[in-house]
């Protein structure tokens, strides 16, 4: 019989990995914490029309990576309905936000997630079809202050604040091909995005015949989705079409000016990205993405996010302008460990406290009450199992902890303990009540 495996584009976690994940996890709480968010959980599927509606028909995500499947009714009072595994989370919360009225409380609502994705892209590294983000979402209506300008700058700043955090550097002239760049730019509004949208189109009419066949069904259908396109052999054509730059009215200038200085007087670096449309349709006025180029090769975007001051309106909700962004914990995990890997650290799980050695089966109750009182007191152990011989045990326990006692029958009857600590070489004799003590005077 042939094994199963996992499938194309999804792997297992396994442990010490796990640990990693865990760290960066608690790190990035502490820091959404810190800035006024709240976790929300969404569901994993969602409704087909969710993500036609908020993300875009035309875009990649949607036409080409969406894994969707059409549910049975299983009664009579049941419809069938087209369900997908949501590809990205930002519509699942804006939908959130208009199921609950989060709108009606008239504050700024600033929600966090962290949890899987689903895309079916071509598997490499750092590319997979079951990923992970950790994003964040700050909307509200607009008396809220969720349209200011200073949403953008925090969200920003909070993402540089996170990166540090996690011992990602920022890029420099020392470190050039390590640390995070930021890329920013501004696509408009629904104002001035058209005469943008009816400019490129104008532009793309006499080049399109020479451009992919994509680029060719998007420059009627959705022109903006053509500043995507990955096809090497478009490129040239398409850094030649106008900039939507040159086409921000006053206040989407005004907007992304204000974004700017903020950005400079957090003294937080970034380079203007006129391409950088992103490929969902909800985007309006600022976009952004961070790369880091350790470890992650060509796919090198860390994280993306933007504005989308129209996506609630888009999904029959309420105005509610919102901005957000999310990051590959996938590929912010490989930059860790590239990064730890070029400074020799060893990203291994933590060592436990201690490792018991039952020696016999008739000091297994005792190992496993020992074991009891000292997790009990908040330290980590392992208890052994009574088959082992000594010498075993001290070369298993060597492995996981960074001390051993020996549980023989006379420890049990005398209730004094031998523990030998890995990193001095040196062996104690104390009495049982003592044990914690030592544990944590040792550390
Ligand atoms: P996105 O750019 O499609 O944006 O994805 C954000 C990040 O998810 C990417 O920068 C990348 O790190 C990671 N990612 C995407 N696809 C994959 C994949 N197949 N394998 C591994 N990592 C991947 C969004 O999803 C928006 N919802 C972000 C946002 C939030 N905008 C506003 N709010």
């Not at 087209?82 to 936000?97: D, F, W």
């Not at 070369?395 to 030998?420: C, F, H, M, P």
Request: a negative charge.
């Amino acid at each position: 019989m042939s094994t199963l495996k996992a499938v194309r584009g999804t792997r297992d976690l396994l442990p010490p990995e796990t640990a990693l994940w865990n760290r960066v996890e608690a790190t990035v709480r502490a820091v959404f914490a810190r800035y006024g968010f709240g976790e929300i959980r969404t569901p994993v599927f969602e409704d087909t029309q969710l993500f036609v509606r908020g993300v875009g028909e035309e875009t990649d995500v949607v036409s080409k990576e969406m894994y969707t499947w059409e549910d049975r009714a299983r009664a009579a009072s049941e419809k069938a309905q087209s369900l997908t595994l949501r590809p990205e989370n930002t519509a699942g919360v804006v939908r959130a936000y208009i199921e609950h009225k989060l709108g009606d409380t008239g504050m700024l609502q600033k929600l966090y997630y962290i949890g899987p994705q689903f895309r079916r892209e071509r598997p490499q590294r750092g590319r997979y079809r079951q990923f992970w983000q950790i994003g964040a979402e700050v909307l509200g209506p607009q008396s809220s202050g969720a349209e200011s300008a200073l949403r953008d700058a925090e969200v920003l700043e909070m993402l540089a604040t996170m990166l540090d955090e996690l011992g990602i550097p920022r890029a420099s002239a020392a470190n050039g091909e390590t640390g995070w760049r930021l890329a920013l730019n501004s696509v408009g509004s629904s104002t001035d995005r058209p005469q943008y949208l009816a400019a490129l189109k104008a532009a793309l009419e006499p080049v399109k015949a020479a451009l992919c066949e994509d680029c060719q069904r998007r420059a009627e259908t959705n022109p903006l989705r053509v500043l995507d396109c990955k096809v090497p052999e478009d490129q040239a054509t398409i850094d030649g079409l106008p900039k939507i730059a040159e086409f921000l009215d006053a206040a989407s200038t005004e907007h992304f000016a204000q974004v700017r200085a903020a950005l400079d007087a957090c003294g937080i670096p970034y380079r203007i990205e006129p391409r950088l449309v992103r490929g969902l349709d909800y985007y309006t006025r600022t976009t952004f993405e961070f790369t880091a180029v350790s470890g992650l090769g060509t796919q090198n975007a860390l994280l993306g996010g933007g504005r989308y001051d129209g996506l609630s309106e888009m999904l029959g909700g309420p105005k509610a302008p919102g901005i957000g962004f999310a990051i590959g914990e996938d590929r912010l995990i490989l930059t860790l460990q590239a990064l730890a890997a070029a400074a020799e650290v060893q990203q291994g799980a933590e060592e436990l406290d201690i490792y018991i050695a039952p020696l016999g089966v008739r000091q297994n109750a005792a190992a496993l009450t020992l074991a009891r009182e000292l997790r009990g007191a908040g330290l980590s152990a392992e208890v052994g199992d009574g088959s082992f011989r000594v010498k075993k045990s001290f070369e298993l326990a060597d492995k996981l902890a960074r001390r051993i006692v020996l549980l023989g029958e006379d420890e049990v009857a005398s209730g004094v303990l031998t523990v030998k600590s890995f990193a001095t070489g040196e062996q104690t004799k104390i009495p049982r009540a003592e044990l914690i003590a030592l544990c944590r005077a040792q550390g």
